[in-house]
């Protein structure tokens, strides 16, 4: 742009101010224009009809006494038919538009917390564009939009915010992991519940099966064996069931003594010691529960007569007695005793 030998170029969107002899004479739009040469005429300045952009970057407080920093965003352009108004009246427009964005920001954001001002930015937006639009008309310029582009709380403040949403989140969490592992421990104890029932209902059909049994092999051997009594088929099982027991100990003993009076001319009397063991300690139980009766009936300090004939028959297995040293050692030179009155099978 130029006033050379009376002639000026005035590029595209662009509006030239020429003046004479220091006075507003004209404007020139974008083309070829002729002026008076000799510096009669002169081009003050231009004026750009594009759209321009300018951020402003204003730090301010909440509601709730939190700093942060607001970045805004104005657009605007100046009214080719108000260029005089754009040229003359304003001197600088980006400071004009700057200190009226701080102006509504730090009049508009201390009314509200730091949580609502992410909500309400676009509130704060139009306000700042609805003022700048009535300030910047009358100075030749057009505000076409006002955006929040920006906003930067304090980094301490942003994590505390992070911290605080993902603690919520972990007690959500919390909470339905809980309910995951007591639904998780209700259907394990229904499951073992049913199992234990289940097992029961096997041991219960396992112990019929095996008196069933029994009671068929008395039977049997009492029709079969001419002579035979039934105390005679129950010595056999017990005796039978007392070598079972002694197998079964001493492929498991590990430090466990076993003490037994057992020889091999002995074998006749196994069935009498369990049954003599087993009538020993029934007397003992029959008397204990007579004695208590006795004791309420007054002091007489008589001993009460046993009636054999109300006690309730056995029919046990042998019984065994395991003892352990408490040195953890065997005592070979100890001598063997009586068998004891505890087993590891038995036949009610």
């Keep these: 742009m130029g006033a050379s030998l009376g002639c000026v170029c005035v590029p595209e969107t662009d509006v030239a101010i020429i ?10 739009t974008p083309g070829l224009h002729c002026v008076a040469p000799c510096g009669i005429d002169n081009i003050a300045g231009s004026v750009s009809l594009r759209v321009q952009k300018l951020d402003i970057r204003c730090e301010t407080k909440t509601q709730d006494n939190v700093f942060l920093t607001i970045v805004t965003s104005v657009q605007y352009e100046a009214l080719e038919d108000r260029v005089y108004d754009a040229f003359y009246k304003l001197t ?12 509504v920001v730090r009049a508009s954001v201390p009314k ?24 910047m008309e009358s100075y030749g310029y057009r505000i076409k939009q006002a955006l929040i582009i920006d906003l930067r ?31 998780a421990i209700v259907k394990a104890a229904e499951g073992d519940a049913e199992s234990k029932y289940l097992a029961g209902v096997g041991i219960s059909r396992q ?18 064996v001419p002579g035979a009594t039934t105390k005679d088929v129950m010595d056999l099982i017990l005796v039978n069931q007392y070598f079972d027991c002694v ?28 049954h003599a063991g087993f009538m020993e300690i029934d007397d003992k139980m029959f008397q204990g529960a007579g004695g208590s009766d006795g004791g309420s ?19 046990a297995v042998p019984l065994t007695s395991l003892s352990s040293d408490r040195k953890g050692k ?11 009155s505890s087993a590891p099978y038995l036949l009610d």
């Excluded at 003046?19 to 020139?28: D, F, I, L, P, S």
Aim: aromatic share 6%.
């Design 19 to 28: 003046e004479r002899w220091g006075k507003w004479q004209a404007t020139a």
């Design 92 to 103: 600088d427009p980006h400071g004009q538009i700057t200190a009226y964005v701080y102006d």
């Design 112 to 135: 509200i917390n730091l949580d609502d001002v992410f909500l309400t930015k676009d509130e704060i937006a139009h306000e700042i564009r609805d003022s700048l639009a009535k300030l």
């Design 153 to 183: 709380p304090d980094p301490k403040v942003v994590t505390a915010m992070n911290n605080i949403n993902a603690q919520q989140r972990l007690r959500v969490a919390s909470a339905y992991k809980a309910e995951a592992q007591k639904i």
């Design 207 to 224: 112990r019929l099966a095996i008196i069933d049994g029994l009671r068929d092999s008395v039977t049997s051997f009492t029709e079969n």
């Design 247 to 274: 197998k079964d100990v001493g492929a498991h003993c590990g430090e466990t003594t076993l003490y037994l009076n057992h020889s091999p001319g002995a074998i006749n009397d196994v069935a009498a010691q369990i």
């Design 297 to 315: 009936g007054g002091s007489g300090g008589k001993k009460k007569t046993t009636d054999l004939s109300q006690r309730r028959p056995f029919h």
């Design 330 to 340: 065997h005592h070979a030179d100890t001598e063997p005793g009586p068998v004891a």
